[in-house]
T-cell receptor, first 113, second 119 residues
């Protein structure tokens, strides 16, 4: 079972809204990731959580705030976004030490109006 | 600074023939390489991977070749099927190190190649 789930599938929000994206995996993976993907571009790493602790922040603006409540869940809190933040937001997980393969969820298509 | 490049943005292949997708990298610290397939509006799906200690890895119709001296890898799909039509990304990771990154792998993705398999 290599399933990573993400909700919602689609989200439209105004620039003054606060919303959250959710990601869940039940594979016992100990690392979880947020990526952003724009059309015709590769996924760009945003954040990495390792054993529920933030280990990598790729200089992401503070209007994106990640949270890892437990080893199965990963949230991305959104506040005061800009239209250029519209993209596909992907969550991924990987097993643990020495395991390079990351397994992706279906993504949340975010539109900021 | 694109450390992983896929120079062919698109490729069209007839059903039953071989598809060859290429990927070049510049960072000599990359030690592990992966291929992902992506359909529109879906997340990337892991296909196959290879460690730098190997030069070939095979899984069913998919084979990945690695040429370390040329910093080049390729994905061969034989025979190609219409369901293989998707965007393919190669990805690379430096050697897994602890405790700097703990349990996390850090992938750098290529720009993608759109494969179309025609009937």
């Amino acid at each position: 079972d290599t399933e990573v789930t993400q909700t919602p599938k689609h989200l439209v929000m105004g620039m003054t809204n606060k919303k959250s994206l959710k990601c869940e995996q039940h594979m016992g993976h100990r690392a979880m990731y947020w990526y952003k993907q724009k059309a015709k571009k590769p996924p760009e790493l945003m954040f990495v959580y390792s054993y529920e602790k933030l280990s990598i922040n790729e200089s992401v603006p503070s209007r994106f705030s990640p949270e890892c409540p437990n080893s199965s869940l990963l949230n991305l809190h959104l506040h005061a976004l800009q239209p250029e933040d519209s993209a596909l937001y992907l969550c991924a997980s990987s097993q643990g030490p020495g395991q390079y393969e990351q397994y992706f969820g279906p993504g949340t298509r975010l539109t900021v109006t | 600074d694109q450390q992983v490049k896929q120079n062919s943005p698109s490729l069209s292949v007839q059903e039953g023939r071989i598809s060859i997708l290429n990927c070049d990298y510049t960072n000599s610290m990359f030690d592990y390489f992966l291929w992902y397939k992506k359909y529109p509006a879906e997340g990337p799906t892991f296909l196959i991977s290879i460690s730098s200690i190997k030069d070939k890895n095979e899984d069913g119709r998919f084979t990945v070749f690695l040429n370390k001296s040329a910093k080049h890898l390729s994905l061969h799909i034989v025979p190609s099927q219409p369901g293989d039509s998707a965007v393919y990304f190669c990805a690379a990771s430096p050697r897994f190190e602890r405790p700097a990154t703990g349990t996390a792998s850090k992938l750098t993705f290529g720009t993608g190649t759109r494969l179309q398999v025609t009937l």
